[in-house]
């Protein structure tokens, strides 16, 4: 590639971040006085999160998991728990915003790892699982952690964690989204995500090409589930209260939505279709307020999203089963006359 | 002892009910390979169309026999068309793709479903649960110790679900293996295209499977009713989702599996609200299934399948 033949190997990993950074503080600079863009843009940057991660086990890997709200669940409870314990502490030194930020960080990676460690766990059965099984075997995962969360004292039960700092800002979700997309493209350029591809397409032919499939199947899991936890870490640390509402199977479904409308495998799709369906409802409710006479039809807004994502799965499959973009990324789908990106990172 | 009695008791009817509903997951694998995830949705407006008809037959007439067979009768042809719809213009046209796709359109309708029936939109009854009329009157009809406060009580809905439930079971087992259309059925579950060749018409076979797997739906979502005494639109979720672990527990596509496993799920069940804690009921039956299917990939009584490369 061109580019990278300029950049040197050494700076090549970490140059998109160095580039990403400051955009992103110069957006938070813009968005300060406006709370509910920020709030918009921090639960789309959290759905995105959870379609790019989500799409590495069931875009790439083809392991059909339903239950991507319990790996949520566990980072949003668990960086909550940790903001609490830390959120007395301050490093001296520092401003309180960047101190702030560091200790979010902190809650962050707590998530994340929790998160990956659960993955851990529920990837071990897809050595011996596959398809619709291991696809109950996770949503049940799902579950079992919802129902231990609403009985556990120390997540507050059923009331859920309340009085975490609202520590998050867009430039920290941006930061990760960015972060994820760049993995993603990364694991898919290169072998691992070879292996991840030959496993969708038939694991028995890629065992016996001598893909570890168990090795990679379980590292997608834990990969994915690093990804979600930080998102659940992000969700807690910008609305008031977490409770074991926000992540039951309808969430995990409204990520399988998103991932399936972008296209299985593609990353840009998911994004894309996690942006296209955060925005959707808001822009519905803005419509039905605009045309004024049916006031009750915004408040209705709400309601009426999930019926319409059923549809909508139902009308996907029918018409177009490989999603939007298929496993194609966006640039492989743009007109011929715009200048296209060649494929790999 | 008394008390270990009561809980089998209550444990056996409510996997009487599992079971049933099982029955329609198993069914419809075992002719599809394709779990249907709005099988337990379908079950859900079956039981709304017994509550409206029951509301309609007036006080008088859902107490009596005639009263009660009617209720069912309309639940279970309208489940049974319902099931049809489904069949044909959402899982048929994708027959011959990837399973998956199957599979995600099953979930987009039973959301559409679920959440639909939520809406407060014209005939839709809104997301308030809504009390079951009583179309069977309780009553106590075997009671051990003290009368007033008897330690183990057996109801007469229950006996009537368990009979209910044993005939539809002795009837579909008959259905499958006795009869010429069965005989079809286990042809298509065999080798749809083989079968096709052999003269069977195999879009009819899946489409009556498929009707009467609804039906036994919505029988089942009536019984479950009358125990729970009250119709909700999530119900369907969540006893669908019970009765699908119950049909993996027991080895999906196998009849008498569904039944053990329904009938052990809700023992399971029943003993963790007795002896331990009511709200740790999910989570047990899920961990319950995790654990059989990690012991016994295909279920109790399933074979997994050697894969072809």
Sequence with gaps: MSSSSRVPPSLRGILPVLVALPVLLVLELLLRDSQFTSFLLSVMGVNVLLAVSLNIVNGMTGQFSIGHAGFMAVGAYLSGITSLALKDVAISFLPVVVSDQVFLLVALLVAGGAAALAGFLVGLPSLRLRGDYLAIVTLGFGEIIRVVVTNTEAFGRALGLSGIPQSSSVAMVGLWVFLSVLVARRISGSSHGRSLLAIREDEVAAEAMGVNTTGYKVRAFVVSSFFAGVAGGLFAHFVPIINPGSFTFVKSMEVVVMVVLGGLGSTTGAIVAAVFLTLLPEAMRSLFTLLGSESTLAQQVDQIRMPVYGLLLVALMLARPQGLFGTKELWDVVPRWLPRRRKGM | ?309
Excluded at chain 2, 79 to 101: D, V
Excluded at chain 2, 129 to 134: E, H, N, T, V
Excluded at chain 2, 168 to 184: C, H, K, N
Aim: glycine share 12%; hydrophobic share 55%; aromatic share 12%.
């Design chain 2, 1 to 309: 002892m008394s008390q270990l009695i009561q809980h089998l008791i209550n444990g056996i009817a409510a996997g009487t009910i599992y079971a049933l509903v099982a029955l329609g997951y198993t069914m419809v694998y075992g002719v599809l390979k394709l779990i249907n995830f709005a099988h337990g949705d379908v079950m859900m407006v079956g039981v709304y169309m017994g509550y409206a008809t029951a509301l309609m037959l007036g006080r008088q007439a859902r107490g009596s026999v005639g009263g009660v067979l009617l209720i069912f009768l309309v639940a279970m042809v309208g489940c049974a068309l319902l099931g049809f719809l489904i069949e044909r213009f959402a899982y048929r046209p994708l027959r011959e793709k990837p399973r998956l796709t199957a599979l995600i359109t099953a979930i987009g309708i039973s959301f559409t479903l679920s959440y639909g029936f939520q809406l407060d939109i014209g005939f839709l009854p809104g997301s308030a649960p809504r009390a079951f009329p009583q179309i069977i009157k309780p009553a106590q009809w075997f009671t051990l110790g003290d009368p007033e406060f008897p330690d183990v009580v057996l109801w007469n809905w229950q006996v009537i679900s368990l009979l209910v439930a044993v005939a539809l079971m002795a009837g579909l087992q008959f259905l499958v293996y006795r009869t010429r259309f069965g005989r079809a059925m286990r042809a298509v579950s065999f080798d749809h295209r083989v079968a096709a060749l052999m003269g069977i018409p195999t879009d009819r076979i899946i489409s009556v499977t498929f009707m009467i797997g609804s039906a036994l739906a919505a029988g089942a979502g009536l019984l479950y009713a009358i125990k729970d005494t009250s119709v909700s639109p999530l119900m369907g979720l969540y006893v669908g989702l019970k009765a699908f672990v119950a049909a993996v527990i027991g080895g999906i596509g196998n009849v008498p599996g569904a039944m053990v496993g329904g009938l052990l799920l809700g023992l399971v069940e029943e003993f963790v609200v007795g002896y331990a804690a009511s709200t740790w009921r999910d989570a047990v039956a899920f961990g319950f299934l995790i654990l059989v299917l990690l012991v016994r990939p295909g279920g109790l009584f399933g074979r997994v399948a050697a894969e072809k490369v």
